[in-house]
């Protein structure tokens, strides 16, 4: 359960929210490696968001706590689906997202017409603590009225522990994504009023990533069969699993 309250004057926003999870996280029971719900966790309540936003002529600038997800990696076209890697790529290690939010700081700047760099930093110790960080940019591009393509590179400074070697770490972890999402209002299948396509591309180092490529592509029909309000998808997510990784024995049923 969450709540918010945003109030906006002229150029300036604050935005605060609160969220309640009640039950047990599925995904550490079942042994799921790419986490089965994005909204699954063990409970908690806490304040999820609370920021500050200026929105310039052609630019914006954010700084609070923030989830990274409703900012950086967003497949807009996937968010009706519930599976935690079509939220976000599950080879972003680290991002703080869901149930982990953080203080960042965001910048936002229209290249052009069709084209926007947004960039931001977040504490990565913990959610308050700058000490380590989490890098991120994005390059989002407009390339007709209904379709964007985001390219996004990050980076986080925390140390990992190497897949072939857990007693040896690595300074810090990277990766990139791409997202490519096209709505097309003249293609009715199942009577429906438009058709939503997105895919999904990412890697992170194999060296110390479990994830070292990840897939995802799906289709949402708004509206099918004449019924409004109503949406159908159908998503896929395919990862290639670092030849590193050391197998798991199987979860045993009790």
């Known amino acids: 359960m969450d709540g918010g ?59 609070g706590k923030t989830d990274a997800n409703s900012e950086f990696a967003v497949a807009d ?38 084209s926007k760099l947004v960039s931001g930093i977040f504490a990565a110790q913990d959610s308050d603590n700058f000490a380590q960080q989490f890098y991120i940019t994005e390059l989002r591009y407009q ?8 390219l996004g590179l990050w980076h986080d400074t925390n140390q990992r522990s190497l897949l072939s070697d ?21 293609l009715n299948w199942l009577n429906s009023t438009s058709t939503h396509l997105y895919s999904q591309f990412a890697y992170a180092d194999q060296k110390t990533s479990e994830i070292e490529w990840h897939f995802g592509a799906g289709i949402e029909l708004a509206n099918p ?20 990784l050391a197998p798991k024995p199987a979860v045993k049923q009790q």
């Open 5 to 63: 309250f945003n109030y906006k004057i002229e150029k300036h926003s604050f935005f605060v929210s609160y969220q309640v999870q009640r039950g047990d996280n599925g995904s550490t029971k079942v042994g799921d490696i790419q986490g089965y719900s994005n909204i699954d966790e063990d409970n908690f309540s806490q304040l999820n968001e609370a920021f500050y936003q200026y929105q310039g002529q052609g630019w914006f600038s954010r700084v």
């Open 77 to 114: 076209n996937a968010l009706g689906f519930i599976n935690s890697s079509m939220g976000v790529s599950p080879t972003l290690v680290g991002l703080p997202t869901y149930p982990h939010p953080a203080l960042s700081a965001i910048v936002g700047l229209d290249v052009n017409a069709k």
């Open 143 to 150: 390339f007709n009225q209904q379709g964007k393509i985001k």
């Open 166 to 186: 857990k007693n040896n770490v690595k300074d810090g972890s990277s990766g990139y994504y791409l997202v490519l999402q096209q709505n097309l209002k003249s």
């Open 225 to 244: 069969f004449e019924q409004q309000n109503h949406n159908l998808g159908l998503g896929l997510s395919y990862v290639k699993l670092s030849p590193l």
